[in-house]
């Protein structure tokens, strides 16, 4: 067994097929004079924001649904959960093979990856190894970004990595990627040439080869609500209940001053499909008459 301390950090979109940076395309409009093959990628060309309030939240995912119903197919069947690549409940029974969990290991619940920091200074054990398994490696994309950050003392969802790293309080860090994903957003940024030895990079099907049992006193899950969908929060809900300990939840505990985000994780999103449906047609309509 390994000797490093290890938190568990989990981002739901870890699960959740995303295509914008796929090369696949799909046939849109399928079935009618306009049938023409389309970048999916053009499907998730979305904005993202950990600031945006519940309602501008909610209208985002409604209006992103109406587009790709607008273009003949169903958003929630497209932004799901792969049946090709690892589910949740799978998942969990190979963590549990691969992690000796301390009996009181905390769980910590999130919207926001940026509550990882909180929850490893919770901890109290320094430094600790990170594996981090997530779409995104969050140790930073743009270096001006990050030199800003250290002389403000902040981090955010992208780069709460990196600062960890940083500051010494993580001692190393392995990125687990979803298969669904591979290693196309890796790329050898300036600001981490301090700590490319620190780093190691797989996918879900590399690391299940590689990882050695090792020794987890934590772990925290986030849900990322701007990139992962509403139709898919009860299956969120359900996956962090069976890691077996009650969840803390960083976004009820956090005074409002310092909350991030509009959202409690431990709350489902409104998600009203048939409303949803009725949006989509009545923003077709409104096309159509506007072209006419």
């Not at 998730?44 to 607008?70: C, K, N, P, T």
């Not at 109290?124 to 800003?148: R, T």
């Not at 299956?235 to 969840?247: M, N, T």
């Amino acid at each position: 067994m390994s000797k490093d301390l290890t938190l568990i950090s989990i981002d739901w979109d870890f699960f959740i097929w995303n295509g914008a940076e796929s090369k696949e395309k799909i046939t849109i409009h399928p079935g009618t004079d306009n049938e023409i093959d389309y970048p999916i990628s053009l499907f998730f060309d979305w904005g993202h924001s950990e600031s945006w309030q519940l309602a501008l939240g909610q209208y985002l995912w409604m209006s992103r649904f109406s587009y790709v119903h607008r273009m003949g197919h169903d958003l929630e069947k497209i932004c799901n959960i792969r049946t090709d690549d690892v589910q949740p409940g799978e998942f969990l029974t190979e963590i549990q093979k691969r992690f000796a969990f301390n009996e009181d290991a905390p769980v910590w619940v999130a919207d926001s990856h940026v509550y990882a920091t909180p929850s490893i200074s919770s901890l109290g054990s320094f430094p600790i190894k990170v594996v981090n398994f997530d779409a995104h490696h969050d140790l930073g994309y743009d270096g001006e970004k990050i030199k800003n950050e250290i002389e403000e003392d902040q981090c955010d969802c992208a780069s709460w990595l990196f600062h960890g790293l940083d500051s010494g309080s993580v001692s190393s860090a392995d990125i687990v990627y979803p298969d669904w994903k591979g290693k196309i957003e890796c790329r050898d940024f300036e600001h981490l040439a301090p700590h490319r030895k620190k780093i190691q990079v797989f996918t879900w099907s590399e690391w299940l080869k590689s990882a050695s049992r090792e020794k987890a006193i934590g772990s925290f899950i986030c849900r990322s609500s701007a990139w992962t969908p509403p139709w898919l929060d009860g299956h969120f809900h359900d996956f962090y209940q069976r890691l077996g300990h009650e969840a803390v939840c960083w976004d009820c505990i956090s005074p409002p001053e310092e909350k991030v985000g509009a959202y409690d994780a431990c709350e489902p999103r409104e998600w009203d499909r048939p409303a949803a449906l009725e949006h989509a047609i009545q923003e077709e309509v409104a096309f159509s008459q506007a072209k006419s």
